[in-house]
């Protein structure tokens, strides 16, 4: 599978494109299930601290990204499926490419995301709202374009509404939502569809105002001139696991290759190294 020019472009100009997938529903029903089966009482388990990324699915280390699913069989079956490999070779012009990390957020009732940017050099992310997400649940908003220059602008327009409207610049209290801008989008879409986006759309998202928790698994490839590692995947993935993948699959773990961690993941690294790892769920 390949993206037409059509979506192309639309990539290109806005930002963001909307596509089906490109695997069969089965395996979204396999990642609400292991879901499903990994939920625990948010009482329990290591603290999230003030990353807010886990609910049901608590981190495996206190104050963690990484919960026990984020990359598991039921989600890298699908984050390394031979079509999501193809299309981000086109995307990023480039057969050899890396699996940097994925990961799980789960945006928890009367939680809500807040206006920014993601750092580095512009990469494409791979969402999967496996849950699905509308505006009732805290889809993601997006600021279409707004990838293609600097976001300078975006944020002091938002940082004024915050205080013309008395909402403090703050995500950390429950039933706290960003304030709507005039040329925002809700992006709502079904388990059974994908967004790619641009790392430098200004984006947010809605409070979930449900009483579920909202899943979104996203996932980002890099192209090998990009030195920007995060994981020697070896060292995480149990051997069950990595002997269920196929060869093409194991490539762009490159599970046989030297390459050096970026400095910035050294001190999770340290911290987590043996402490969190991904298996068969």
């Known amino acids: 599978m390949k993206f037409s020019e059509e979506q192309l472009e639309q990539y290109r100009t806005y930002g963001y494109v909307i596509f089906d997938c490109p695997f069969p529903e089965s395996l979204t029903e396999a990642c609400m299930a292991a879901v499903e089966k990994a939920a625990q009482d948010p009482s329990e388990g290591p603290a999230d601290g003030s990353k807010r990324n886990h609910f049901y699915l608590r981190p495996q280390v206190e104050d963690s990204y990484w919960c026990?699913?984020?990359?598991?069989?039921?989600?890298?079956?699908?984050?390394?499926h031979p079509e999501i490999i193809e299309l981000a070779r086109q995307l990023n012009e480039d057969r050899d490419i890396y699996l940097r990390n994925g990961g799980i957020n789960e945006q928890a009732p009367n939680r809500s995301v807040g206006w920014h940017i993601d750092g580095g050099p512009g990469w494409a992310e791979f969402m999967h709202y496996f849950s699905g997400?509308?505006?009732?649940n805290g889809c993601l908003?997006?600021?279409p374009g707004s990838h293609s220059g600097p976001p300078t602008s975006l944020?002091?327009?938002?940082?004024?509404?915050?205080?013309?409207?008395?909402?403090?610049?703050?995500?950390a209290d429950d039933g706290w939502e960003d304030v709507a801008l005039d040329d925002e989008i809700s992006?709502?879409?079904?388990?059974h569809q994908l967004i790619v986006r641009h790392a430098k759309l200004f984006h947010s998202t809605w409070l979930n105002r449900t009483s579920d928790c909202r899943y979104l698994s996203h996932w980002l490839f890099h192209p090998h001139a990009i030195d920007n590692h995060r994981f020697t995947w070896g060292d995480y993935l149990m051997p069950e696991l990595l002997n269920s993948l196929s060869p093409e699959q194991r490539e762009v773990l490159w599970l046989d290759r030297e390459f050096d961690i970026d400095p910035s993941y050294n001190r999770e690294r340290s911290r987590e190294l043996g402490r969190v790892q991904w298996g068969i769920v």
């Open 68 to 80: 026990a699913l984020d990359h598991s069989l039921p989600f890298m079956q699908i984050i390394l």
């Open 155 to 171: 944020q002091e327009t938002a940082a004024h509404l915050r205080e013309k409207r008395g909402i403090p610049g703050s995500q």
């Open 141 to 143: 908003r997006i600021v």
């Open 133 to 136: 997400a509308s505006r009732a």
């Open 187 to 191: 992006l709502e879409v079904e388990p």
